[in-house]
């Protein structure tokens, strides 16, 4: 059985996020499997931690005094095929999804291709790109609520939304998730997957570390109304708006968790004195 003394302590957090950005983490745990993300999860509630679960952490920040708690990391990957339908471990990333879609012919996901995420977090944010949800495909979701306790949930008790779910207002742990899909020709697929990876290429700055999009899309489009007012380029610290794309914030070089907090206040401050509004973060800041 795991203990607290497998779990590592003072962990630099800013490799287990793409933003590069935090300071370090009092326990850490990397768990392959669902097994040892449950043992994790209880020795954290048995020794009375605070934790927090991640995948990729691609759209998180860690504050810059790290993290008072444990961060378990979840590299569960299990995939199992059963005609259209696939189990997935929530630890399993879209890119192993997609690639494992392509190999056996189903569709679906391809304009997905490319995004950082995890199963579990592509759930828990109803991870979307171009008019496609993952929520659309969710069959149901094996979790634990904030008892401990498995519990199975199906689409509609999922409340899917623009970039949310059920689970970001409660306190749940995804275990797995059935997904159903369709057949299609594989060359299809594979050009789809093709598309979207190159879109994303061309128009995002996924050469410099970033937590992806920084906003919402709402009655305005974040990132139109950001350029329209000049700030692309615009840095404070180490953090910059993106000159390639206004809705994202990049780290140049040692940027801390603060300078990214200053840069979208002076966003912020800017949207609201021209529109008379304030943008929504689709980013979450995990503090100490």
Do not use: W
């Not at 800013?14 to 983490?25: P, S, V, Y």
């Not at 995804?174 to 990876?197: D, G, H, M, P």
């Not at 700055?205 to 937590?211: C, F, G, H, I, K």
């Amino acid at each position: 059985m795991l203990s607290l003394t497998d779990f590592k302590t003072d962990v630099d957090l800013k490799q287990f996020c793409t933003i590069r950005i935090g300071g370090k983490a009092k326990y850490l745990y990397e768990a392959d499997n669902l097994d040892s993300l449950y043992q994790a999860y209880t020795v954290c509630k048995s020794h009375n931690i605070k934790y927090r679960i991640i995948g990729l952490g691609a759209n998180l920040i860690f504050d810059d005094l790290g993290f008072n708690g444990a961060i378990i990391v979840n590299r569960a990957n299990k995939i199992v095929k059963r005609n259209c339908s696939l189990y997935i471990d929530s630890g399993t990333t879209i890119g192993e999804i997609v690639n494992f879609c392509f190999k056996h012919g189903l569709s679906g996901l391809e304009s997905l291709a490319g995004i950082p995420s995890t199963m579990g977090g592509a759930v828990i944010n109803n991870l979307g790109a171009n008019a496609c949800e993952i929520g659309e495909f969710v069959n149901y979701v094996i979790c634990l609520d904030s008892n401990g306790k498995t519990i199975k949930l199906n689409k509609k008790q999922c409340n899917f939304a623009y970039r949310n779910s059920l689970f970001k207002q409660g306190n749940f742990i995804i275990l797995k998730v059935k997904l159903t899909l369709f057949y299609n020709e594989k060359e299809y697929i594979k050009q789809a997957i093709s598309s979207n990876i190159n879109k994303k290429i061309t128009t995002q700055p996924l050469n410099q570390p970033s937590a992806g999009s920084v906003f919402k899309r709402g009655e305005i489009i974040p990132s139109l109304e950001i350029d329209k007012l000049g700030l692309k380029g615009l840095k404070i610290g180490g953090a910059m708006i993106s000159t390639k794309h206004a809705g994202f914030i990049v780290n140049i070089g040692n940027a801390t968790c603060n300078d990214v907090k200053k840069l979208i206040d002076n966003i912020n401050t800017k949207i609201k004195n021209k529109l008379n509004t304030s943008l929504n973060l689709e980013i979450e800041f995990v503090e100490y």
